[in-house]
C-alpha cells in the first residue's frame, strides 16, 4: 500500500537528520517546550510502538491506555522524557527497531478491520497516515533545532487530508460548534502546478494556499500569520486559527514570526 511505503520514506528522512548527530546534539532544544531533539524521537518510539500493540495486542495497548488515563496531562510527556533519558545510540536503535516492528504489523493487517487507538478506532492504512503526520511534524521541530530547512514531498498529501479532515475535531476540542458548511479546500503541490482538492467544488467557506504551509498550519508547526494560506467566509477564517491535524490538546503553537 502507498501509504506504508510513504511512511517508510518519511522516517528514513528524519532517521537521515539524526543519525551521525553528535551526542551534544541531541540535547538541542526543539520548539516544543521542554523537548530535546531526544524527546522528539523518544515520542515517536513511543507512539510507533502504540501503534504496533494496537495492531497485534489489544489487550496491551488496552493496559496502555489505561496508564494514560491515570495521567491524562503528563503521559505524552512522561513517556518522551523516559526514551530521552537513554544514550542517544541506544534510543535510535529502538526507534529503529520500532519502526520495522510497526511496519510488519501494517503489512500483516486486515485492510477493513478498524483497531483501537485513543480516539475513534481506525483502519490500518489511517493509522498509517497518522504515523507519518506525526512523524513529519515531530520532524519538523528536530529539523528546526538543527536549522535544517527540508525539501517538501508529496508525501505531503497525507498530512493534508488529515488536516482537512479533523475541521471538525479542532472545533469540538475547543468546546466549540463545527460550521454547518462543507468547506472547499484547494492546495499547491510541492513543487509543481498540481492542486490537491477536498470539499465542493461550489463551497461558499474557502481555503486556499501552497499545501506545505497549509501542513504547517494544521500540524501547528508555524503561526497563520507567517503562511501563505488564505480563507473565504467567516467559518473558514475562524478554522484557520483553530486548525489542528492531531488529537488532544492544541497546545501553545508557534509565535508570529518564529524562525524555521
Not at 107 to 128: E, I, L
Not at 134 to 156: C, F, I, S, Y
Amino acid at each position: 500500500m502507498a501509504v506504508y511505503a510513504d511512511l517508510r520514506a518519511e522516517s528514513q528522512e528524519l532517521d537521515r537528520l539524526v543519525a551521525d548527530l553528535p551526542p551534544g546534539d541531541w540535547a538541542r532544544p526543539t520548539p516544543a517546550p521542554g523537548w530535546q531533539v531526544a524527546h522528539q524521537i523518544a515520542h515517536l518510539a513511543w507512539t510507533d510502538r502504540a501503534a504496533r500493540l494496537a495492531l497485534t495486542d489489544a489487550d496491551a495497548f488496552g493496559a496502555m491506555v489505561a496508564e494514560a488515563l491515570r495521567s491524562p496531562e503528563t503521559f505524552v510527556d512522561d513517556g518522551a522524557a523516559e526514551g530521552a533519558a537513554l544514550p542517544p545510540a541506544e534510543l535510535l536503535a529502538r526507534w529503529r527497531a520500532g519502526r520495522a516492528a510497526l511496519d510488519a504489523a501494517l503489512a500483516a493487517a486486515s485492510p477493513d478491520v478498524r483497531y483501537p487507538w485513543y480516539g475513534p478506532p481506525m483502519k490500518a492504512a489511517s493509522m498509517a497516515g497518522a504515523r507519518l503526520m506525526e512523524t513529519w511534524a515531530h520532524g519538523q521541530d528536530v529539523a528546526d533545532a538543527l536549522g535544517v530547512r527540508r525539501t517538501p514531498t508529496d508525501r505531503l498529501r497525507h498530512v493534508a487530508r488529515i488536516g482537512v479532515r479533523t475541521r471538525d475535531y479542532a472545533f469540538s476540542v475547543r468546546g466549540l460548534p463545527a460550521p454547518a458548511e462543507e468547506f472547499r479546500v484547494e492546495l499547491t503541490a510541492p513543487g509543481s502546478a498540481e492542486v490537491w482538492a477536498y470539499g465542493p467544488p461550489d463551497a461558499a467557506q474557502r481555503v486556499t494556499g501552497p499545501a506545505l504551509d497549509f501542513c504547517l498550519l494544521v500540524t501547528r508547526r508555524a503561526h497563520r500569520a507567517d503562511l501563505a494560506v488564505e480563507a473565504t467566509g467567516a467559518d473558514a477564517d475562524r478554522w484557520l486559527d483553530l486548525a489542528q491535524a492531531f488529537a488532544g490538546p492544541p497546545g501553545t503553537g508557534r509565535e508570529p514570526g518564529a524562525a524555521r
